[in-house]
């Protein structure tokens, strides 16, 4: 095998193999952390805007009787 060379020959083929499947396992474990903090920073974004909306109705409420 020459120097720089990306073949994989003999027992290296299965160290190889064990690398890509590490590097795979760990891919999918990325996506997955990934994927539960969206889903946080969504849900908390969401918790915002329900408190949000409750505080607006509370004052429009209070800004109607005080005009009418």
Known sequence: ??????????????TQKQVNKVADTMRASMEKVLESYQSSCLD??????QTGSCHFEISAAKLEKWYW
Request: no cysteine; proline share 0%; net charge neutral.
């Open 44 to 49: 908390d974004k969401a918790s915002a805007l």
């Open 1 to 14: 095998m020459s120097v720089g060379s990306n073949a994989v020959t003999g027992g290296n083929w299965q």
